[in-house]
């Protein structure tokens, strides 16, 4: 039989201890990593072949930082995420599958773990519809402000576009093509057009600058 191999992310040792030793008992799941912080699953990440991660939302004193590496794992990884927590706040879940977690539980109900890492990994076709429709929503709610001059120079950027290319593809003035980059940094509140498409692309749950 294969195993469905699992990643756990979790600041607590015990509860590393605990949930290894109780999930390993089950025929078909596998822990194979554990990361106590947001830098160390990042690097497990790139270097592990796993299929689930069960990622604590509360990894350090910052706050979320489970969200945040989970956005950071599913951009080198496409492995199924459930989130954990021991707080049920409907602001936390919305930010939790707005970062691609198929799955949200309460610590407390951790016998219902093996159930749902079964589900992630062989039935994981409906959520994912659901988390690509919600993607696609969130992305129009931050473009929304934009006019659609400003979309166009966005979508550009976010292509790949160099400023000298865009004037060109769009023949504008140099000043006329600055003046709406400046507009719509100011509108999606980024500092750079770099940070403004990375802002988007990990859909308005951004941290200021990215982890080495």
Known sequence: MSHIKVLLVEDDPDWIKAM???????????????ASSPEEAIRLAGT??????????HLTEMGLDGIYTAIEIHEIHPAKIIMLTSVNDEEVIRQAF????????????FAEL???????????????ALLKEYARL????????????????FELI?????????????VKAESTLKNQ????????????????????????????????
């Open 98 to 109: 707005t970062a691609g977690a198929v799955n949200y539980i309460d610590k407390t109900r």
């Open 138 to 153: 969130k992305r129009e709610e931050q473009l929304k402000e934009l006019t659609a001059a400003e979309r166009e120079v």
């Open 20 to 34: 290894t030793a109780f999930l390993n008992r089950e025929p078909d799941i596998l822990i194979v990593g554990a």
């Open 158 to 170: 976010e292509e790949g576009y160099t400023q000298s290319q865009i004037e060109k593809k769009l």
């Open 48 to 57: 592990l072949v796993f299929d689930v991660v069960l990622m604590d939302i």
């Open 181 to 212: 980059v400046n507009k719509m940094l100011k509108k999606l509140g980024a500092a750079s057009s770099k940070e403004a498409v990375e802002k988007v692309r990990r859909r308005g749950l951004f941290r200021g600058k990215k982890r080495e």
């Open 114 to 128: 093996p159930h749902a890492i079964r589900s992630a990994h062989h039935h994981p076709f409906a959520m994912e």
